[in-house]
C-alpha cells in the first residue's frame, strides 16, 4: 500500500485494551480510528462513518463478530468496505464460517506490532506478496561476495489475503523463511510446498523447515514423480536415517504428499494453479498461480536452446511462451551469462538473453532474474542485470527486469 494513503478504520471489540492498542497501531502509521467499545449500535454507526475497513472481534456479548460481519454484508450501501476478523480462536472452524460471512482477513490475538499492519495491508489491497528467501542455484554461498543479493540456495513464497501460504522450492532458503515464520510466532500453519524437482538445492533444506515438526500445522508437498518414485518417496529417502538423522514420521504437523503432471487445478478460493513440464534432466515442473486477474510465474530451472542449437525445439518455446503469456511476474533460472552458457549447454539452465527473449515474447510485466550460479558474485549478479536490461530497452519492450535479492517482497 502506498505510504501517503491514510484510510478510515472503524474498530469494534469489548476489550477496552484491545481497542487502545490497535489504535496506537492504525495511527502510527496516519490513519484516522473510530473504535466502538462492544457490538451495541455498532452496525448504524459503521454505515453512517463509511471507513474504508472494519476490524470486528468475534466473541462479543449481543452481537458477535460473526453475525456484526453478516450484517453489513446484508447492507448494500457500506461502499466497499473491507472487513477482518480479529480474534483470540484460531480455530479453522472459526476462520473458514467467517470467510462464509462475508469477512476479508482473519488475525488471531494477541496482535503481533510487527507484523500487523503488513497482514492488514494485504488484506485491505487484496494482494498477492512474494518474498525471495534463496536466490542461488548449485550451491549456497556464504562470504562477502554474496552479502547483497544473499548467498541461500532456491526457496520462494507466496501469501495472499485469507492466509494461502504458498511456498516454492526447499533450498536452504526455506530455513530462513523457517526461522521468520517462528519469530513472527506464526501458529497453526496451514500452507503448500511446491518442488519443482528433487535435485538437491531444491529439497535438501526441508527437514530444517521447524513448521513441519509442530503439531496443528498442516502442509501439503507437491511436485511431480519420477517413474515409480513418488513425492513422498524422494522426500522420505534423504531423511532414511542415513543421510539425516531425523525422519519423516518425526514430523509433527500434519504432512501429505500430491503428484502432479502438467495440469490446472484449484488452490483456494479463487486460485489457480497451473504446471509446464520443463527442459532440464529429469522431471521439473514450472508454476504458474493465478488470481483475480494477476499471475505469478515460478519456472525453474529450464534450458532454453539458442535457435542454431540442434537441441531448438519450436514445439517447446511455444508452449512455454504461452504458458507465462501476460504474467505479471516471472521468476525464472537465468543461471548464466550468454558468454558462460557457451560451455555449460545441455547442463539444463539458461542465460540472459534468451530469458530475455522469452519474457518479451510473452508480454510478462516483470522478470525477476534467478537461480544464479554459485560461481558468480553480486557483482556478477548486477552485470548479468545490466545486459538484460540494456537487451530489453533494444527491444523497447515493455517488460522491466530485476534482480531480488533475500527478503525483497514483491507485491502484484
Not at 530444517?208 to 522420505?236: K, V
Not at 519423516?248 to 486460485?271: N, P
Not at 537441441?311 to 558468454?339: E, S, W
Not at 544464479?372 to 548479468?384: A, F, G, L, S
Amino acid at each position: 500500500m502506498p505510504q501517503n494513503r491514510k484510510l478510515t478504520f472503524f474498530v469494534v471489540d469489548d476489550d477496552p485494551d484491545v481497542l487502545a492498542f490497535t489504535r496506537s497501531l492504525l495511527e502510527a502509521e496516519g490513519h484516522a480510528v473510530i473504535d466502538h467499545l462492544g457490538s451495541a449500535t455498532a452496525l448504524a454507526e459503521i454505515l453512517a462513518a463509511k471507513p474504508d475497513c472494519v476490524l470486528i472481534d468475534l466473541m462479543m456479548p449481543g452481537t458477535d463478530g460473526l453475525e456484526l460481519c453478516k450484517q453489513l454484508n446484508e447492507q448494500k450501501d457500506r461502499h466497499g468496505a473491507r472487513i477482518v476478523i480479529i480474534s483470540g480462536k484460531a480455530y479453522e472452524a472459526d476462520r473458514t464460517r467467517a470467510y462464509d460471512l462475508g469477512a476479508h482477513g482473519y488475525i488471531v490475538k494477541p496482535l503481533n506490532a510487527a507484523t500487523f499492519m503488513d497482514k492488514l495491508y494485504r488484506v485491505i489491497d487484496d494482494e498477492m506478496e512474494v518474498t525471495f528467501w534463496g536466490v542461488r542455484g548449485t550451491l549456497p554461498v556464504p562470504g562477502e561476495k554474496s552479502l547483497r543479493y544473499g548467498g541461500n540456495t532456491s526457496c520462494v513464497s507466496l501469501e495472499l489475503a485469507k492466509d494461502q501460504f504458498f511456498i516454492f522450492d526447499a533450498g536452504t532458503g526455506i530455513k530462513a523463511l523457517s526461522d521468520h515464520l517462528i519469530a513472527t510466532r506464526r501458529q497453526r500453519m496451514e500452507a503448500k510446498i511446491f518442488i519443482s524437482h528433487p535435485h538437491w538445492d531444491h529439497i535438501n533444506a526441508l527437514p530444517f523447515f521447524g513448521p513441519l515438526y509442530i503439531p496443528g500445522n498442516e502442509f501439503e508437498i507437491l511436485g511431480t514423480s519420477h517413474g515409480n518414485i513418488n513425492m513422498r518417496q524422494m522426500i522420505s529417502a534423504q531423511m532414511d536415517g542415513i543421510f539425516f538423522p531425523i525422519r519423516l514420521k518425526q514430523f509433527g504437523a500434519r504432512v501429505y504428499f500430491r503428484d502432479l503432471e502438467e495440469e490446472t487445478f484449484s488452490a483456494g478460493d479463487g486460485i489457480t494453479v497451473r504446471t509446464k513440464l520443463l527442459n532440464h534432466p529429469g522431471k521439473c515442473l514450472g508454476y504458474r498461480v493465478e488470481y483475480r486477474g494477476r499471475s505469478v510465474c515460478y519456472v525453474t530451472d529450464h534450458e532454453f536452446d539458442f535457435e542454431r542449437s540442434e537441441f531448438y525445439n519450436p514445439f517447446y518455446v511455444k508452449n512455454l511462451t504461452t504458458f507465462l503469456q501476460g504474467a505479471d511476474l516471472l521468476i525464472t533460472d537465468t543461471t548464466y551469462t550468454d558468454q558462460e552458457y557457451q560451455s555449460k549447454l545441455g547442463w539444463g539452465h539458461s542465460c540472459v538473453s534468451r530469458i530475455v527473449d522469452l519474457a518479451h515474447e510473452a508480454e510478462v510485466k516483470t522478470l525477476l532474474l534467478f537461480h544464479h550460479d554459485p560461481d558468480q558474485t553480486d557483482d556478477d549478479i548486477d552485470r548479468k542485470l545490466e545486459q538484460a536490461q540494456a537487451r530489453l530497452a533494444e527491444k523497447s519492450s515493455a517488460t522491466r527486469c530485476l534482480a531480488p535479492a533475500e527478503r525483497q517482497v514483491f507485491k502484484v
